[in-house]
């Protein structure tokens, strides 16, 4: 994985799609800041920091996957790899359902991927320092070379969604005392059912992450 190191920048997705349109498509690429002034959230929403958080953007071909995994579920994939690694150096992060990363009852961050015919993006931001008191930040001090190190060695390892699945299901007990934004509602996750794609079963409708 090719890292393109930046001390402040608007967003990275923006910065690393434009960096393909303009260069093209020859190896997996990140982009990595701890900087990011205008953000790209969830709906549309943006995700910005204080000096001293992660926010990286990598982009990689769909075909360098595990091949069984559902790409509308690429969000959970990722974020969970990384939430391992985390918790291997100590951290208590968890995943909520789909794709945001909680300590406690406050998130310190997220991931949002989008996909061309060819390629799938993935951007993820990770509060390293406490922004505001609506969000938490890591439990724990990381080195954020060796933490992205270790990331892109996991990915490069193809891990099967099977495997990534059948460890998130365990955690998804603790999404369920949240709610999430389905269809501009907010709709509880009390009885929420994961299916085996990264899926949920809520209120008679199959939601994947649309993020």
């Known amino acids: 994985m090719e890292i393109i190191k930046l001390k402040e920048v608007d967003s990275t997705q923006n910065y690393i799609k434009e960096y393909i349109k303009v260069n093209g498509y020859k190896n997996p690429l990140c982009v990595v800041t701890t900087i990011q002034t205008n953000g790209i959230g969830s709906r549309g929403n943006s995700w910005t920091g204080s000096q ?28 969970y790899i990384l939430k391992t690694i985390l918790n291997d150096l100590g951290s208590t992060v968890y995943i909520k359902w789909p794709n945001d990363f909680y300590i406690d009852d ?69 999404s369920k005392k949240f709610q999430a934004t389905i269809d501009d509602k907010k709709i509880s996750l009390e009885k929420a059912i ?14 994947f992450s649309l993020r």
């Open 52 to 79: 001293g958080n992660l926010f990286f953007s990598f982009v990689i071909k769909k075909s360098d996957l595990s091949n069984d995994l559902p790409l509308q579920s690429s969000s959970i994939y990722f974020t």
């Open 106 to 174: 406050r998130k310190i961050g997220g991931a949002i991927t989008t996909t061309t015919n060819e390629l799938l993006y993935c951007g993820i931001g990770l509060n390293l320092v406490e922004v505001s008191s609506d969000y938490g930040s890591l439990d724990i001090n990381v080195d954020i070379d060796e933490l992205l190190k270790i990331y892109f060695d996991k990915l490069d390892k193809k891990i099967l969604w099977k495997q990534i699945f059948s460890q998130f299901k365990l955690e998804f007990t603790k």
């Open 194 to 207: 994961l299916n085996s794609d990264g899926s949920i079963q809520i209120e008679d409708k199959k939601v």
